[in-house]
């Protein structure tokens, strides 16, 4: 009957509800809670949004298990990954889709330069959009590679961008002359990719949407993703701490080179300094010969510094006479000449 019905339905109805939807019963009014019609409409009007917001993320996670690039243009790819962004209901939701879409590109050198260019923390599917378009803007060889069409992407550049695009190309040719060199700069490795791990099960190899353990709790979940960035910090700084090991050990190979060649100039130096230095002493000794010969002459005996002297002015004596000599037969002989002359 329906008097039986209207009071017996709502007794096995609130004995079978748990949490929230038995707290939300005891909270109705008591005419509403003895009308089993009521009651219906007023659950269904209340928990029928949940229902859907379950088929909703039931579907998201479904269709985020199939998202893959495969043999589709980048423009149908990211038309896809908008669909299901238009699914999304929270943070997480937002950043799985935005890692499972990169993961989901065909071509490995692509998800590298995404990955250099999003940020380190949580992004979600519009900032890989947005990466997306402004690598075709920079590049048009990659926007050839991925078969991006021109039309799809009418996005006009800002002058940021633009001051970034003739800066790099300032940079470019600057760096194209220059010569390379001989020792390799120990920051030239480019940056190791941080190990994908599944916020569910801590596994490396991919992601919470398609892992296969069962699910965890929120709060497991968040200390799930806590761990997996400090473990992801961790791998930065070791790879800090390799490079500056590498750029130590280059910076002594390069000292030892450049304290080697110093050694050479100073022995090269040294050589000619000892030439000139027994050039000078030869030079030297040659006037204190001279000087030791004056002094000898200067301090000789008496007698012996007359005879000297006595010498001397004998050699000088026979020098003038010799000149006045010279002088007198230059002049007999010029008078005999001039007589000759006149006779004639």
Known sequence: ??????????????????????????????????????????FLKKFDQENSDKQQRFYFHQQLKTLRQGNKSITDYLKEGETLASLVMNEDMAYNLAQVFIDGIANPQHRQMLDMHLPDGLYTFEDVKSRVRKLYVRSPDVASSFAYAAAATS???????????????????????????????????????????????????HTAPICSHPPVSREQFRKNQEEVWRRREQQQESYGQENQSTASAV????????????????SFAANSVVKRLSKFRKFNNRKKMKRWKIHQIRYLPVNLKGEMQGSSEHVNNEK???????SRYHVEDHTRCHHQYEEQ
């Open 320 to 326: 003038e006479s010799s000149k006045s000599n010279n």
């Open 1 to 42: 009957d329906d008097e039986e019905k209207n009071e017996l339905y709502p007794i096995y109805f609130y004995n079978g509800l748990r949490g929230e939807a038995k707290l939300w019963f005891d909270r109705l009014n008591s005419t509403i809670q003895e009308d089993w019609e009521r009651v219906k409409k007023e």
């Open 155 to 205: 996005v006009e550049v800002d002058p940021v961008t633009k001051m970034t695009q003739a800066f790099e190309r300032l940079c470019d040719k600057i760096a194209t002359p220059s010569a390379p060199s001989r020792s390799p700069s120990p920051y030239s490795a480019s940056r190791p990719r941080p190990e994908m791990l599944c916020f569910n099960c801590l596994k490396p190899g």
């Open 251 to 266: 910076s002594t190979t390069t000292s030892n080179r450049s304290d080697q060649q110093p050694a050479k100039q100073v």
